[in-house]
Each structure stands twice: as structure tokens, then as C-alpha cells.
């Protein structure tokens, strides 16, 4: 059974940063991409960040310059790099994992940011 789990959400301040990490297990096949997705209260889910298995990258538009994405492939583990955290950034932040026509998802991660 595929498992993402997420950590290092939290409580953080304006101008803050953390790091969300999110480790698979159960699967001995590289993701062709992995991503993160947030979803605030009342609003749809959206991508944050993705980054392929080769490395390629893609942001919203509202993260570009703030947040980093990368991922280790033999660990099959991605990453958030999230700094200069804004409220707007509050969320809980979903991992996913991409293979093949197969979507996984993790448990979700609360990130709240105070003004």
C-alpha cells in the first residue's frame, strides 16, 4: 500500500519560513512528478509546487520567489522550502504523488501564519 507522509507544518509568523517534507513508502517505483497542494477554509485545493523526476519545476504564481521545491529520488521524499510565509499562506498543505494515470495523496499538513 502507497503511503505519503507529510511533516513540519506549524505556527509560524509573517516573514518566517519552514520546511514540509514528505516521504513515500510502499512503492519501488520513482513518481513522475511530486507536488504540493494547499487548501484554505472555504476554498478548492491548488497546486503550490510540483517538480518532476528529471527536475523540472513549476510554481503559483503567488509562491514564485518564496518557496523551493525539490525532491531526493532514491528516497522517493519531496520537499517545500517555504520563506517570507505570509498569512495568505495559510493552508493545509497536501503531498502528492504522481504515477503513470495514478495519483497519491498524503494526510495533509497544517501551516498557519500569524499577522
Known amino acids: 500500500q502507497v503511503q505519503l507522509v507529510e511533516s513540519g507544518g506549524g505556527l509560524v509568523q509573517a516573514g518566517g519560513s519552514l520546511r514540509l517534507s514528505c516521504a513515500a513508502s510502499?512503492?519501488?517505483?520513482?513518481?513522475?512528478?511530486m507536488g504540493w497542494y494547499r487548501q484554505a477554509p472555504g476554498k478548492q485545493r491548488e497546486l503550490v509546487a510540483a517538480?518532476?523526476?528529471?527536475?523540472?519545476?513549476n510554481y503559483a504564481d503567488s509562491v514564485k520567489g518564496r518557496f523551493t521545491i525539490s525532491r531526493d529520488n532514491a528516497k522517493n521524499t519531496v520537499y517545500l522550502q517555504m520563506n517570507g510565509l505570509k498569512p495568505e499562506d495559510t493552508a493545509v498543505y497536501y503531498c502528492?504523488?504522481?504515477?503513470?494515470?495514478?495519483?497519491?495523496w498524503g494526510q495533509g499538513t497544517q501551516v498557519t501564519v500569524s499577522s
Open positions: 502528492n504523488g504522481r504515477l503513470i494515470m495514478l495519483n497519491y
Open positions: 517538480i518532476t523526476s528529471g527536475g523540472s519545476t
Open positions: 510502499g512503492i519501488i517505483f520513482r513518481f513522475d512528478s
